[in-house]
Every structure is written in structure tokens, then in C-alpha cells.
T-cell receptor, first 112, second 112 residues
Framework: NAGVMQNPRHLVRRRGQEARLRCSPM?????VYWYRQLPEEGLKFMVY????????ESGMPKERFSAEFPKEGPSILRIQQVVRGDSAAYFC??????????FGPGTRLLVL | QKEVEQDPGPLSVPEGAIVSLNCTYS??????FMWYRQYSRKGPELLMY????GNKEDGRFTAQVDKSSKYISLFIRDSQPSDSATYLC????????????FGTGTRLQVFP
């Protein structure tokens, strides 16, 4: 019974490159959430998706960030033209209508 | 004022002590309350999940919610060195699929 899976676990990018983070929800979960954790800070909500739909993107930066959860395959958080301030741990969580959110191990993004 | 306030600690206790962790919040619409444990460089792990006011017990852990005071607590009995981690409170609104609002986390150290 695999939990939430994220890859890669660590990602290094140079300024201006693109970062793609992937998340596969727990079996039976159709809701996916992305959160960001900056050093010494709590988790901040970014976006909530269901299959092929963005439900709430109120925490997403207006530029350079996008997310999708296609009909087939994992959810993807994409950061274009990364800057040093994007360095953080990005966590994906999944849930169903009956359960609360379970988190993956995170992707640690380092922008050089 | 932050929506959720949590003392960052660190909190250092001897093995076997009873630990009390707390959060206050300002949004009276919150209905779902969670506690997560996060070990260093790992993903948050769900410990307790409660709806509305009341108490919930699971092994050595007890969660309390007092909506009239906008105050939630997590008690850990017979604390162990393996409990050393950061404890995050989280809460959400009308449905359990809403985004989670997190406290900044309390770092707990249990020494032998």
C-alpha cells in the first residue's frame, strides 16, 4: 500500500532553468495538493487539484509557477525560470472525500 | 496576525515526561484540526485528526480542540527520544478537502 510518491527527491537547477516536480497520490485518492516549506517556516499551501481541474490556486505565485493533474499520470508542479528564492522543500499531499491529507516525502529544490 | 499561531520552541523534556503542544487560531470557520509530526528532512506524518470540538486519544497521544477559545492541544504521554521531531498543527474549513493552514511548528527534543 504505497503512500504518496514524489520525484525527484532532490533537484538542483541553475537560475533561469525550469524545474518539474512530480507527485503520484495514494491509491484511491483523487485530490492532490502542493505545499512549499521555506527554511525555518511552516508549510504554505500553493494549489489544490483534482483530475484535469484546478480547484484552488490561491497560494500559487502569479508568474512562473503552474500545476497540472492530467487524466493519466502524476501531478506536476512546474517552475519556469527559477530564481534563488524558489529554493525550498515542495511537498505533495493527497486525500479522498473521506480522509484528510497525507503527505509525500518532498522534493528539495536548490537553485544555484 | 497569522491565522494560526504556534510557539516554535525548542521544547526540551526528559524521557517519560508529559508533553503539551498548543496552537491558537483566529478563523472561526475552521472545523477540521490535525497534528502532523515531521522528522528532519522528511515529509509530515499525520498523527491525529479531529473534527470540531472535543478530545481524541490514540495510544500515547491525545488531541484536544476548544473551538470557543480557538485553541488546540496535543499531549504526548511517556515521551520517548524517538518523539524528538517538529510538530505541526494544521486546520481547514468547511470540508476536509479544503486547503490546510499550518502553524510554524514546535521543535521537540526528548533527552534520555
Amino acid at each position: 500500500n504505497a503512500g504518496v510518491m514524489q520525484n525527484p527527491r532532490h533537484l538542483v537547477r541553475r537560475r533561469g532553468q525550469e524545474a518539474r516536480l512530480r507527485c503520484s497520490p495514494m491509491k484511491g485518492h483523487s485530490h492532490v495538493y502542493w505545499y512549499r516549506q521555506l527554511p525555518e517556516e511552516g508549510l504554505k499551501f500553493m494549489v489544490y487539484l483534482q483530475k484535469e481541474n484546478i480547484i484552488d490556486e490561491s497560494g500559487m505565485p502569479k508568474e512562473r509557477f503552474s500545476a497540472e493533474f492530467p487524466k493519466e499520470g502524476p501531478s506536476i508542479l512546474r517552475i519556469q525560470q527559477v530564481v534563488r528564492g524558489d529554493s525550498a522543500a515542495y511537498f505533495c499531499a493527497s486525500s479522498s472525500y473521506q480522509e484528510t491529507q497525507y503527505f509525500g516525502p518532498g522534493t528539495r529544490l536548490l537553485v544555484l | 496576525q497569522k491565522e494560526v499561531e504556534q510557539d516554535p520552541g525548542p521544547l526540551s523534556v526528559p524521557e517519560g515526561a508529559i508533553v503539551s503542544l498548543n496552537c491558537t487560531y483566529s478563523n472561526s470557520a475552521f472545523q477540521y484540526f490535525m497534528w502532523y509530526r515531521q522528522y528532519s528532512r522528511k515529509g509530515p506524518e499525520l498523527l491525529m485528526y479531529t473534527y470540531s470540538s472535543g478530545n481524541k486519544e490514540d495510544g500515547r497521544f491525545t488531541a484536544q480542540v476548544d473551538k470557543s477559545s480557538k485553541y488546540i492541544s496535543l499531549f504526548i504521554r511517556d515521551s520517548q527520544p524517538s518523539d524528538s521531531a517538529t510538530y505541526l498543527c494544521a486546520m481547514s474549513g468547511a470540508t476536509n478537502t479544503d486547503k490546510l493552514i499550518f502553524g510554524t511548528g514546535t521543535r521537540l527534543q526528548v533527552f534520555p
